[in-house]
């Protein structure tokens, strides 16, 4: 079978697309890929040996009134390029992992009569996911989203370096905390500028590794220096699951891949959504984590005083150690899950 994979823009997308992808390949599938041709695309695709079609396309929410029209006539344009990527690859099937790419696509294939699945990652569903869920046959969800038809919750599919890595225990001292700082590829400038005054006031002994994002590197080490913190900090990391399984605890953001790729190697979360993501995903995603029992949701609103006594609970109340224990993992098997139940719709099994 031939499945369209359509994922664009943000790891969130593109990261359990290539879960899946890899996953469908094995299973002796083929898989066509379809995205805007940015870079997190071309490196995380690059060793799947599949051929990848880009479009272009604008986002419609937001937009002027004269801008709304022009991207109109971006998806007529855009479904007909997917209806001549159907037809020339022969493609039986499509996912759809999110994103306003995935409108034509799923358009072309409507039109096609072929079937088309969907998968949400967030706790809120995207504008583009929550058009095609009337058409789809299945909407995968990474976490309970009400009023959602035919839906299935499978979790997130994370990567492989967040399945089965086999953990071995740091050196360490005694009563040393060990904290992993990330506000994602692009870093988050209130992390960035709070943290190193907010760790200065914890009663306790800290380490600290703190992912900063691009052209933060300077400014964000002078601040530690200047707090006489004991602190790595880095633009990017490659393998972030090294430092994830470095820490007792993280903390982040509240994008919905992060999450779950930290529940994956059993840590917890001190969560700090961004205010100001699409419908507040961010702030719905860490709800959902926290009623999970897997982190501790603080809004930036707050103030500096309620997190540091957050930190402070957390750590005097040694919950990471609970967060360690934690057997409950609602993603490792979502790649799996996805797939099973999309060969039982085939065998027109009832899900």
């Known amino acids: 079978m031939k499945y369209l994979i359509v994922a664009a823009k943000t790891g969130g997308h593109i990261f359990p697309a290539k879960a899946v992808s890899e996953q469908l390949i094995k299973t002796n599938n083929e898989i066509v890929l379809l995205g805007i041709g940015n870079e997190i695309e071309k490196n995380a695709y690059k060793d799947l040996n599949s051929k990848l079609y880009k479009l272009s396309i604008d986002g419609f929410r937001g937009q002027r009134i004269f801008k709304k029209f022009f991207v109109i006539y971006q998806i007529i344009s855009c479904i007909i390029k997917v209806l001549k990527i159907i037809k020339k690859e022969n493609v039986d099937v499509m996912i759809g992992f999110g994103g306003f790419i995935c409108i034509p696509a799923g358009l072309a294939m409507f039109i096609k009569k072929l079937p088309i699945f969907i998968h949400e990652q967030n706790a809120v569903m995207g504008s583009a996911n929550r058009f095609l869920s009337k058409i789809a046959k299945i909407n995968f969800l990474a976490f309970p989203i009400k009023n959602i038809n035919r839906s299935i919750i499978s979790g997130n599919p994370v990567r492989r370096l967040f399945i089965n890595n086999n953990y071995k225990e740091f ?18 400038q209130y ?3 709070e943290l190193p005054r907010v760790f200065k006031k914890l009663s306790c002994f800290i380490k600290i590794k703190h992912q900063c994002g691009k052209n933060n590197l300077n400014k964000v080490n ?7 913190i004991d602190a790595e900090t880095c633009e ?9 399984l470095w820490s ?4 982040s953001r509240a994008g919905a891949l992060t999450l779950s790729e930290i529940i994956s190697l059993k840590r917890g979360s001190l969560m700090i ?14 709800k ?7 982190g501790i949701l603080h809004e930036e609103g707050y103030g500096k005083e309620k997190l540091i006594n957050s930190l402070q609970d957390l750590i005097n109340n040694r919950l990471y150690i609970d967060w360690k224990n934690h057997n409950k993992n609602n993603h490792e098997n979502a790649t799996n899950i996805i797939i099973n139940k999309i060969e039982s719709y085939f065998k027109n099994e009832t899900f």
């Open 236 to 244: 990017f990391y490659n393998d972030p699951s090294k430092q994830i």
């Open 273 to 286: 959504p961004l205010p100001t993501s699409i419908d507040n995903h961010q702030l719905e995603n860490a």
């Open 248 to 251: 007792d605890f993280v903390i």
């Open 191 to 193: 992390l960035n500028e």
């Open 222 to 228: 002078n601040l530690y220096k200047k707090q006489g």
């Open 288 to 294: 959902s984590i926290q009623r999970m029992g897997m």
């Open 171 to 188: 050196d360490r001292t005694d009563n040393e905390i060990r904290i992993y700082v990330t506000g994602g590829s692009q870093g988050a």
